[in-house]
């Protein structure tokens, strides 16, 4: 009679056998990525959109975030619904349009200080004539020294608000 034990061990050593080792490309572990940025917010001006964040200073494991590369801004700029569902960075990428990469030697100039060691952050995005929609949604994520980058904040939507053409007042009393 055999040992239905030991049976069932050697064929879960069997099974396990062709499953070890990692297939596929290496990849750095997640923890050495930057955090998202923080305090995303928009805010509509004639044909400009201003967008305020704070930048962050540690990494996905906690540990302090060294100098930033570089800084992404992305738009939607048409059929984008805040909070229908979580967008992974694939879809973002496919579905969103990069307006400005902000390399490290330009940071500066964007910061809402200059010298801010909080973060703070100003970018004025300006609404080109060809926008196809009323309202746009914008999301940023950083990018380390290393070329990691971090995972894309929520998108914050904003209705843009258009100058109106002045009416013209004669014109419009020859109508009646």
Request: proline letters at 11%; hydrophobic letters at 40%.
């Amino acid at each position: 009679m055999r040992n239905p034990l030991a049976t069932l061990l050697i064929g879960l050593a069997l099974a396990a056998v062709p499953a070890c080792g990692r297939k596929g490309p290496l990849e750095l572990p997640p923890g050495g990525a930057p955090m998202p940025v923080e305090a995303l917010a928009a805010v509509p001006g004639d044909g400009t959109v201003l967008l305020r964040w704070t930048n962050p200073t540690k990494s996905v494991s906690g540990r302090p975030l060294g100098p930033l590369d570089a800084v992404e801004i992305w738009v939607f700029d048409h059929g984008f619904t805040p909070g229908v569902r979580a967008l992974a960075s694939g879809d973002i990428e496919k579905t969103a349009r990069l307006v400005r990469r902000i390399p490290r030697q330009e940071l500066g100039t964007y910061e809402r200080t200059p010298g801010d060691a909080s973060g703070g952050m100003v970018f004025t995005y300006t609404v080109g004539p060809q926008a196809v929609s009323a309202r746009l949604a914008f999301t940023v994520r950083v990018i380390d020294r290393r070329g990691r980058p971090s995972e894309f904040s929520a998108p914050v939507a904003v209705d843009l608000v258009r100058k109106e053409a002045p009416i013209d007042r004669p014109a419009v009393e020859g109508l009646c």
